[in-house]
DNA sequence: CGCCTTTGACCGGCGC
DNA sequence: GCGCCGGTCAAAGGCG
């Protein structure tokens, strides 16, 4: 299941009091620190790809940059995908749920609401910049996320949140 | 002292 | 089997 998201509101991603609307299927929603006024579900279990593409949204650029508010920075909009394969015991047993945002800001580090801890840090093929890894430091929290320049546009920074935050409270 | 970042090593998947 | 690549681990050091 890929959710396609798009912020058209000027919510704070720092806003506790902004909850995602009731969704009862989907815990990337549930969780979410931002309003989201618009998404789609896509059912699609032909498409067993893992990740998506950028860039067939990111046409929609010169709607979105106006919108968004992340912390000091703007948030042209975000795109999101999430994928459950539950599968019987030949099949691998995942659930994943992933939502990626670009984000044009100076810095790497946006204050999302929750507390990282950075572990890792890669050269990536076919980017000059880094990829940076980090955990959610609550204890027990699976999520994770990667953060990396855009290649084509450094003042863009591409977020990558995988997981789902096993606790409510933000920190 | 606890938590964090840094960074090289290590590991597994994948293509050839 | 080998090499490449992305992702993770863990030791060391820094900082408040």
């Avoid at 699609?44 to 992340?70: I, K, M």
Wanted: charged letters at 30%; glycine letters at 6%; one cysteine or more.
């Amino acid at each position: 299941m890929i959710i396609l998201c798009f912020c058209t509101n000027d919510a704070k991603m720092t806003d506790k009091n902004l909850r995602p609307p009731d969704s009862s299927d989907s815990g990337f929603t549930n969780q979410w620190p931002l309003e989201v006024s618009e998404y789609f579900y896509f059912d699609d279990d032909d498409d067993p790809t893992d990740s998506f593409v950028f860039g067939h949204v990111l046409s929609q650029d010169n709607q979105a940059n106006e919108v968004g508010d992340f912390k000091g920075t703007r948030a042209s909009h975000f795109e999101g995908f999430s994928s459950r394969e539950v599968g019987n015991e030949h099949e691998k047993k995942e659930v994943n749920d992933r939502v990626a945002f670009k984000t044009k800001s100076e810095v790497e580090i946006l204050d999302d609401g929750f507390k990282w801890r950075k572990y890792g840090k890669k050269m990536v093929k076919n980017s000059p910049n880094p990829r940076n890894y980090y955990k959610c430091s609550v204890d027990g929290c699976p999520v994770k996320k990667r953060v990396e320049r855009d290649k084509d546009d450094p003042s863009y920074v591409l977020t990558t949140y995988e997981g789902i935050h096993t606790h409510l409270s933000y920190c």
